[in-house]
């Protein structure tokens, strides 16, 4: 068996069919975790229990479950029983949850092996991965899976490098802003952002909940898939015929790019429309300004009150100033010690104000009127998604530096709307750059709730880009 090759799908059904062992895969998967330390891709590595697992699905004549024996990883913010879940921060480190979040039982259930927990940016406030609270390698920071000298995206950046390194073939992030289609897009991996409230929430340490989401990522779109319909319920999506599919372009959407990412949208656009995709030009009047009137208003107030009431979930007693104390990464410290905790926003002159005004306004008009222009953009131009580079750059260098503001915004320029208007969006990897030799993603954002409808057209996006060579390091 190639494991550079290996899918989630073929894994199951090579697993049903009796040609490989669970303690196999499982025993595969954890040397190559263990062989790539140096990445940081992992808070806790679950050895005796993965491989447990793995021989009781071995000696088990129930071999018909969708996920039965399959190895995977969960993001250190999803609550796994029995495993600490630190969210990527020094105070929780010891927090052990006694039950699975929703999500996770649901994989569980399928009889999925999670062999590990991953590691992330600092409580997912961030698309650098970059965090001083926990390593395995020589330097801090989740790795890229590509180049370990650059960044591997964030928040989910240790399921992000784990896929990517062909360690798993799959996993769980979670995406507030960007946080499973950034990493996925940086590491050479798919992913689905679903329909806010697609996914249950229960057991997630959280920002935001008119934001956050778990979100599936994996080898290709066809595990994304597996795995959605594993969570979510319902049949098996096929791909969509490709001259049935009409897509946007927005040209706001494709500032900032570098020479890489610029070239590669171009060309698998053009691959598209090739293969009988309609696409066609659009215009989002707006989009920007009412974007910045709901982001960061909405996951920065919201993060106190959603974070007070998982503390107390934990039954820790662990309080929101004790958290604060430990944080470790200083971006992540400056925003809750600054903003968060506070309770408060810059204002129009860059000076602090109270952000309740400035949440309400978010909350009562700008949103609905972000949700209401993406919903008139769908509908007027008869579009199953929108298009867009998932990131305008290849992964920059991982240092204290990745994790500016500047970079914060950059990185998440194009992922941030759709999350802010709750709607779905799916990253597909599309090439290697010509100079860079690193991962390039393209996402196709869809309409609220047309998730199975987005998967079916991604799957058969894929097809015309296949997958992306691994990398030398696996």
Do not use: W
């Amino acid at each position: 068996m190639d494991f550079d090759q290996l899918t989630l799908t073929q894994a199951a059904a090579d697993l049903r069919a009796g040609k490989t062992t669970s303690t196999a895969l499982t025993t595969e998967a954890l040397a190559r975790a263990k062989a790539n330390a140096d990445l940081n891709a992992f808070v806790t590595l679950d050895e005796a229990g993965a491989l447990e697992a793995a021989a009781a699905f071995d000696a088990n004549d129930n071999k018909d479950r969708l996920l039965g024996g399959v190895p995977i990883v969960i993001k250190d913010n999803i609550e796994v029983a029995g495993l600490p879940c630190s969210a990527g921060t020094p105070a929780l480190k010891h927090y052990v949850p006694k039950a699975d979040a929703s999500v996770v039982a649901r994989l569980r259930a399928a009889g999925a092996v999670i062999i590990g927990k991953t590691s992330m940016h600092e409580l997912a406030f961030g698309i650098s991965g970059y965090n001083t609270a926990f390593k395995t390698g020589a330097e801090f920071g989740v790795r890229n899976a590509y180049d370990g000298a650059l960044i591997a995206g964030g928040s989910s950046s240790g399921t992000g490098a784990a896929i990517g390194a062909r360690i798993v073939a799959g996993g769980l992030g979670t995406d507030t802003g960007g946080s499973v289609r950034v990493p996925a897009a940086l590491n050479g991996c798919a992913s689905l952002r679903p329909t806010i409230g697609r996914y249950p929430q229960a057991g997630i340490a959280p920002i935001s909940h008119t934001r956050d989401t778990a979100g599936p990522m994996a080898a290709t779109m066809a595990d994304v898939e597996l795995l959605d319909r594993v969570i979510a319920g319902g049949d098996e999506v096929q791909p969509v015929d490709l001259k049935q599919i009409r897509i946007g372009i927005v040209r706001s959407m494709l500032i900032n790019l570098d020479t890489d990412t610029d070239a590669a949208f171009q060309a698998a656009i053009a691959k598209l429309k090739a293969q009988g995709v309609a696409v066609v030009e659009i215009e989002m009047p707006g989009l920007a300004e009412l974007n910045g009137q709901v982001g960061f208003p909405v996951a920065l107030y919201e993060a106190y009150d959603d974070m007070v009431a998982y503390l107390a979930h934990t039954g820790t007693g662990i309080t929101m100033d004790a958290l604060a104390r430990e944080i470790a990464s200083p971006d992540v410290k400056g925003t809750y010690d600054g903003l968060v905790i506070p309770r408060k926003l810059p204002g129009p002159d860059n000076t602090l104000v109270d952000a309740g005004p400035i949440y309400d306004a978010a909350i009562k008009s700008a949103r609905p009127a972000l949700q209401a222009l993406y919903g008139r953009t769908f509908a007027d131009n008869r579009l199953d998604a929108i298009a867009f580079p998932t990131t305008p750059r290849v992964a920059i260098a991982s240092n204290p530096d990745a994790s500016s503001l500047e970079n914060f915004g950059l990185f998440i320029q194009n992922t941030d709307p759709g999350s802010n208007a709750g709607i779905p969006g799916i990253q597909i990897p599309i090439a290697l750059g010509a100079v860079s030799k690193l991962p390039i993603g393209l996402e196709l954002d869809g309409p609220a709730g047309s998730d199975r409808r987005l998967l079916g057209v991604g799957m058969a996006v894929e097809k015309v880009f296949g997958r992306l060579p691994a990398p030398p390091r696996s």
